[in-house]
């Protein structure tokens, strides 16, 4: 009887501990394609939480001084949505890849979820061209 009452108590309290937020993303990468060299840009990287407590999104951490990110702050409850607006500084012509991390208190495999934007950034001579040739 009492070896019963004490897994039911530590079941019970188990699922309290580990009962939080999950985060999931509509997507995790997002392509600008040919864009304009020199106006900053940005995408909003939409989330749900789809776990039972609150998740909060305690950073993001981006690979380097182009890109910089703003949050959802405050926690998102369960069912709730937030997002993740990566920008990036578009200041250098050519290809980029670049990545911001995720950091929440969601469970293990998505507590530092790596986002990418990627695209080309055009100098003004040929992105105008780009676009009088179409």
């Known amino acids: 009887m009492k070896r019963g009452l004490l897994i039911s108590v530590l ?6 501990v580990f009962a939080g937020g ?3 993303f509509d997507t995790l ?3 600008f394609d040919k864009i304009c060299m020199g106006a900053p840009i940005h995408h909003d990287f939409k989330f749900k939480n ?5 998740l909060v999104v305690k950073d993001v951490r981006s690979s380097c001084g182009c890109v910089y990110a703003a949050w959802t702050a405050s926690p998102v409850a369960p069912g709730d949505t937030g997002s ?7 200041n250098v012509s050519g290809v980029f890849h ?9 469970s293990r495999s998505n507590r ?3 986002l990418v934007i990627k695209g080309e950034s055009l100098n003004k001579k040929d992105f105008k061209a780009m676009q ?3």
């Open 22 to 24: 999950e985060i999931k």
């Open 98 to 106: 670049k990545t911001v991390k995720v950091i929440s208190n969601s």
């Open 29 to 31: 990468e997002y392509n």
């Open 132 to 134: 009088q040739s179409k």
């Open 11 to 16: 079941l019970m309290v188990s699922s309290l």
């Open 84 to 90: 993740v607006r990566v920008f990036y500084k578009n």
């Open 50 to 54: 789809v776990g039972d407590g609150p």
């Open 112 to 114: 530092k979820l790596p």
